[in-house]
């Protein structure tokens, strides 16, 4: 779990994801639309995926990897279900610029 709070706070906006996942690759370029640039680490690519993967099943709280895990300022927001949500709330945009992801 250290390593992806640590990986985390790496960077304004991180984002974990598989390569095969549609999903978040949707939420990469939402989040990227906004003029973000995220830290994306792809879990099946990395040589630590297992332990990585473990960490966020600990974190989400739920039986299997849920992709993609996102990252907002050092604080873990969710899946791709927060991120709509706060993206239709009008409220992704504030938060990226209150992490400073994005300065407009």
């Known amino acids: 779990m250290d390593m992806v709070m640590k990986l985390g706070a790496e ?3 991180v ?8 999903i978040s690759h949707s939420i990469e370029t939402l989040i990227r639309s906004f003029g973000a640039n995220p830290k994306v680490y792809e ?10 993967e473990k ?4 974190l989400l709280g ?4 849920s992709v993609p895990a996102v990252f907002i ?3 873990f927001v969710g ?7 706060l993206n239709v709330r009008g409220k ?12 407009i």
Do not use: H, R, Y
Request: a negative charge; one cysteine or more.
């Open 55 to 58: 960490a966020l099943v600990e």
């Open 15 to 22: 984002i974990f994801t598989k390569s095969t996942c549609c």
């Open 11 to 13: 960077s304004p906006v």
């Open 73 to 75: 300022g050092e604080e």
């Open 43 to 52: 879990l099946d690519n990395l040589v630590s995926n297992g332990e990585m």
């Open 92 to 103: 992704l945009k504030q938060l990226l610029l209150k992490a400073n992801a994005i300065w």
């Open 79 to 85: 899946g791709s279900n927060e991120i709509m949500s």
């Open 62 to 65: 739920c039986k299997s990897t």
